[in-house]
């Protein structure tokens, strides 16, 4: 078997398959669960949290493996978009060397407003947190407290007149994950984030979440002392030419994320794997010789890169014999100066070790299935059952 044949054996098996009526369903089904909740917002907290649907995440990029089980979502604060603009923003980037901006409400009337909201929604550990500037207006990132807590009780006024009184609710992070247990195919986790419109660009619409991408707790570049002022730069709703993949590279994603996550253990970041991919991509598309039909080739250059990243940045990270981190990084396609790799441990070491071992056992032996390495024979069992 050859490695071409390998992945998209595997890219069919772990994808979700999209034409299937259940999954249609199941995502009719979700979809209807969000706009009641963004309706609920409205009629508890109209002209505060008027929020519009934007689809997000892997199901709705079409990159979804096993089941679907995932939505996200992200909730986009109307008062940043409509004609009024009664929220500003500012883009920081250049300043602080990351994907970084600053989100200001306009007028003093939503100040007192949100301030109030705060006091209400808040207990008494995010009361200390510091949401607004008073004087200036600006934002923390801890408003996605008081977000959180209005769509906790959207979601308690909806338990008593709807038929979504079967579901679970994490507030770890800045997104509120509902889990719908009554799903029709499967439970599923709908992630919601609130977020903040910047502007439109060729490439999609910018926007800016509620996370701190400096995480130091005084920035030298700015007057803010507290870094949560500071929010997080990404993009939405990309044209379709600006997606980044095409259906063989999009077949390596299918494949690098079932090994990574379903059969690895710990499991690796989903966006760093594609973010491999589409480096990889736009490598290709350089090349007059690339060929779809040599999806084996760009799989085995894929892995053995990312291997080597995580390689040279473990020793980079937790040894004095490198001298420097070139090698090391893995550059975010939509903000290059983002470095998605992250920090690299051990574990994730040995299963990248495993992956390299994967891909050149299948490239060499094509009786890949007799020819098993002995600690890869889970996957052996895994595709037993298909």
């Known amino acids: 078997m050859s490695l071409a044949t390998f992945v998209d054996f595997v890219a069919k098996k772990a994808r979700v398959n999209y034409s299937d009526a259940n999954v249609e369903r199941q995502k009719e089904y979700v979809e209807a669960f969000v ?71 306009k007028t003093d009337a939503l100040i007192a407003i949100f301030q109030e909201l705060h006091t209400e929604l808040g207990d008494e550990l995010s009361q200390e947190l510091p949401v607004i500037d008073p004087v200036t207006g600006s934002i923390s990132i801890y408003v996605y407290v008081v977000f959180q807590k209005a769509v906790m009780r959207c979601l308690e006024y909806m338990n008593g007149k709807d038929d979504y009184e079967k579901f679970s609710v994490d507030t770890t992070g800045p997104s509120v994950t509902v889990t719908l247990l009554k799903a029709p195919v499967c439970p599923t986790e709908v992630d919601l984030c609130l977020c903040v419109h910047h502007k439109h660009t060729e490439n999609g619409r910018l926007i800016l979440v ?44 299918f494949v690098l994320k079932y090994l990574m996550t379903e059969v690895f253990s710990p499991r690796s970041d989903t ?62 396609v939509d903000f290059p100066m983002v470095d998605t790799a992250g920090r690299i441990d051990m574990a994730g070491c040995r299963n990248m070790l495993r992956l390299r071992l994967l891909s050149d056992s299948v490239a060499s032996h094509p009786q890949w299935r007799q020819e098993w390495i002995p600690w890869i024979k889970d996957i052996r069992e895994q595709f037993k059952s298909h």
């Open 210 to 253: 509620p996370v701190d991408p400096i995480r130091k707790d005084h920035c030298s570049n700015c007057d803010f002392s507290d870094s949560a002022f500071h929010w997080t730069v990404s993009i939405c709703e990309k044209p379709a030419n600006k997606q980044g993949l095409d259906d063989a590279h999009r077949q390596i994603v």
């Open 271 to 332: 966006y760093m794997l594609t973010t491999a991919v589409k480096r990889h991509y736009e490598k290709c598309l350089n090349e007059q010789s690339y060929e779809p039909s040599k999806i084996g080739k760009c799989f085995r250059e894929i892995v053995a890169n990312l291997h080597r990243i995580y390689d040279t940045k473990y020793a980079w990270d937790n040894a004095d014999s490198v001298k420097d981190d070139r090698g090391t990084k893995l550059p975010d």
């Open 35 to 105: 706009h009641d909740v963004i309706k609920t917002l409205h009629e508890l907290y109209p002209g505060v949290f008027d929020v519009q649907m934007v689809k997000s995440g892997s199901f709705y990029k079409g990159l979804k493996i096993m089941n679907p089980d995932e939505f996200d979502f992200l909730l986009l604060w109307t008062l940043s978009v409509d004609t009024l603009k009664k929220i500003g923003t500012k883009d920081t980037r250049d300043i602080h060397g990351t994907k970084s901006g600053q989100v200001t409400l």
